[in-house]
Structures are given as structure tokens and as C-alpha cells.
């Protein structure tokens, strides 16, 4: 595993992370802010800009219900300063758990401030995995 | 809108010009014939390599029912060789319809061939939107 596959890799636990610990200080350090944050949601409409996508974890974070995502098949690949990774969200805390199909693309920061060099969230779609076995595998 | 958007918006398209002509011949000229090649459809689990993702358009067009697409609140981001689609799939041909979000990831080819420059599908992610009104919007 090379440098930047660690360090994607580093970012994408960190999100989730954050988001297990509900603490939104820390999911703001995992995104970019700008207009090209986009975030779906399990069932919902794509989120676009990060003050939308911020909101939504404002929101999520405010629910009683903790979660606690147990990462399965990650997948991550590098190309120039755009990666992605996917995996399975394997989600306790729910009823009877779930499992969440997602991909998450990270950017690499390159504006020449603090964090420069570091990887940034910029798209995260999930969606509850409903058929277990589909016929084509 | 530059050269890349508009070259990234015309893979995209075909996209779904071979997904309404269920046509396995388009559809294998859009994606990345490589391990990367990502694909889930709304509800499955996620499919890897192009080998795997090809057995699912295989099996979906088998299917008897012909879909059409109406796509809407596209947004092209593009990073170097690598874009991203964010857009609504409103579907014709469900019943009572459905909409469908999804991100599409595209890489610009160099390997030096013919293609070189062309964009290639990596990774397709589809969601069925179920809260048309989700509370955070």
C-alpha cells in the first residue's frame, strides 16, 4: 500500500469516525467546503454545497440514535488528485443492522495553505443494500 | 462550460443512451474495462471489476422492461483526469415512475491508443430517492 492509498484511507476512516462520535467539528475537517460537496443520503435527495451538507449532519447528529459502522470490502484507488473509495457500511444500531453500499471521493488539497496535501471529502452517496443475494454475482 | 465538461456531459450521456437502447455493445464502449470498474444499482450490493459489472447490464437488459431517462440537476466537477456527474435519474417505465440519484465517476484514458483522452466510466452509484422532502433540504 503506497502513501497516498494510507492517507485516503485515513481520511475515509476519519469520516467515519466523525460520525460515529456525532461531533461535527470533526466532520468538518473531513469535507471540502465548497459548492461541490455532495452528499446522498440512504433514501434522500443529493446534497449539494457544503452548507447544505454541513445542515444535513446537523441534523443527523441531533437524533437520538447512535450508530456504529463496522467497514467491510474498502476499496481504494488513486488517480492524480482524485480518489475513491468503496465499501460496505455493515450498520449496528439500527433494527436488526444494515447494510449500506457506499463510495466516497476525496480530493487532495492543493491551496497552497496548512493543510495542503491533505485529502478532502467532497462526494459521499450511500444506499441501503435491499437484496442480499442478487442474482447476478 | 469548457472542453472537459462538455466531453465529460457527452459520456455521461451515452451512459443512458445505451442503458434506454439496452445496448451491451454502448454500454461496454462507456466503461473502463478494468478491476476499478465499479457499479451499484439501486438496492444491490456493489459489483467490482468490469467483468462483474458487465454480467449485471447483461442481466438488466435481458429484463423485459424498456426504461427511459429523463435526467435532471446535473453537475459535472472535473480534477485533472478524473470527473465526477452528479444528476437525478427520473425514470419512465416504473410504476408511478421513480427518481433515482446518482454520482458517476469518469477517468480520461492514456493509454497512448486510439482512446487516448477519450472518458471512461469508473464507477457508477445509483440510489432510489424514497423521502421526497427529507426535513434538512
Redesign the interface.
Known sequence: MNGDTEAVLAANRAFYEAFEARDLDAMSVVWEHTD?A?C?????????GWG?VA??WY?LFQAAQRLQFILT?E?V?V????A?V?L?ENILGVEAGA?V?A?N?F?RDDDGGPHRGEWRM??H????????S????
Not at 40 to 48: I, Q
Open positions: 461541490r455532495t446522498t443520503h440512504p433514501g434522500w435527495t443529493t446534497l449539494r447544505q445542515a444535513s441534523a470490502d476499496r484507488d488517480a492524480g488528485d482524485v475513491w468503496s460496505n447494510t453500499a463510495v471521493v480530493v467532497v462526494v452517496h450511500a444506499s441501503v443494500v435491499t437484496d442480499s442478487p442474482t447476478i454475482q
